[in-house]
């Protein structure tokens, strides 16, 4: 995404455990039988409100977790930010916002795909 202040990158406030009250990046599992280019694009429907097409997705990263989760991070094309809906509550979220440098967030591994993309490890 970028708007007037830069890049940035779409986080949510996780209203579920684990981290309730947390930012984080979009995400979660990949269901049965799903490609997880779809999963990206489902997860961030879910969380965000936000479309996209699976076509669309590229691999930033993967990462394995201290617990054993395989984390895959997925990146779209870069859009202007005004073309995104506003930001709303769903079941899983207190909504989304836009993230325009590296911070702690809730989960170690998110922390450390956001430092790589603004350090700009994922061109």
Known sequence: ???????????ITRTNAPARGGVALPGGF??????????VVREL??????????????????MSSADGHLLLF????????D?????????????WHLLHRPEELAF????LAVAAFFEGRYI
């Open 45 to 62: 429907r879910e969380e965000t409100g936000i479309e996209a097409a699976a076509r669309d997705v590229r691999l930033a990263d993967a």
């Open 108 to 111: 170690p591994l998110h922390t």
């Open 1 to 11: 995404m970028y708007d007037g202040k830069g890049t940035a990158l779409v986080v």
């Open 83 to 95: 073309r995104l809906p506003a930001s709303a509550a769903t079941e899983e979220t207190d909504g």
């Open 30 to 39: 990949i269901d049965d039988r799903e490609d997880w280019r779809q999963a």
């Open 74 to 81: 997925g990146l779209l094309p870069e859009r202007p930010a």
